[in-house]
């Protein structure tokens, strides 16, 4: 099953070969792609893969101290890559491997988070071009990103508040029914959370609110915001 192929040390170290094979016709240093560009790349199919495979017993099994090496192998191959699709599904799994309990490496992951929020700052009015948005607004990917904005750490919840605002982009009607989304929103309102994070969502539930009444799209902020 697909479960089992990506708990397996082997199928982890074949994928990081696959991606490094891959991107080694990518020229260092080169600029961040925001946009998908001719054929869906080997890159693109295995963040995709991994982001609608790793949940429930597979997260579980990917978390394991046995494949450790291969585990971080493979995210720090993709982590490298300089296609914003694919790193920001870094992201997304490095929020959900945050969230199981026994993390060992939730402070490399955290820094990691930050890292690159801090990168793609810049890029946040393009980050709607690199197609992940509608990927995420499948309910049931939409329900895993609702619970990474929902969750204790900030890293993730803050995370996970710029790819709702900046990539996922949900329509005000799905953002206000959406119980997880709304109450956390509401939740970093709340005085003693950090400025940044309370401005980013008290603009994305203003421009919810607003939006339900003129029908107009919920207005982007700056993502630096965030970070």
Request: net charge negative.
């Amino acid at each position: 099953s697909l479960h089992a192929y990506l708990g397996s040390p082997q199928a982890l170290h074949d994928l990081a070969s696959l991606v490094q094979d891959s991107s080694q016709v990518q020229s260092e240093g080169a600029e961040i792609e925001t946009a998908a560009k001719g054929p869906v790349s080997a890159e693109r199919i295995l963040a995709e893969l991994l982001l609608r495979g790793l949940h429930g017993e597979a997260i579980v099994r990917f978390v394991g101290p046995d494949i450790t090496s291969e585990r971080k192998q493979l995210l720090n191959v993709l982590f490298a890559l300089n296609d914003v699709f694919v790193r920001l599904v870094v992201g997304l799994l490095l929020g959900r491997l945050l969230c199981e309990p026994g993390y060992l490496e939730a402070r490399k992951a955290e820094a990691g988070l930050a890292s690159l929020c801090r990168e793609l700052a810049p890029e946040a009015p393009r980050l709607a071009e690199a197609g992940l948005g509608p990927i995420l607004l499948e309910e049931d990917l939409w329900l895993a990103l609702s619970n990474l904005l929902a969750s204790q750490d900030t890293s993730v919840s803050g995370f996970a508040l710029f790819v709702v605002v900046h990539v996922a982009r949900p329509s005000p009607p799905l953002l206000l029914r959406t119980p997880h989304v709304h109450d956390a929103l509401l939740s970093m309102l709340e005085p003693a959370v950090d400025p940044f994070v309370r401005s980013l969502a008290a603009k994305a539930l203003l421009g919810a609110y607003r939006a339900e009444e003129d029908k107009s799209p919920i207005d982007p902020v700056q993502a630096v915001a965030v970070c």
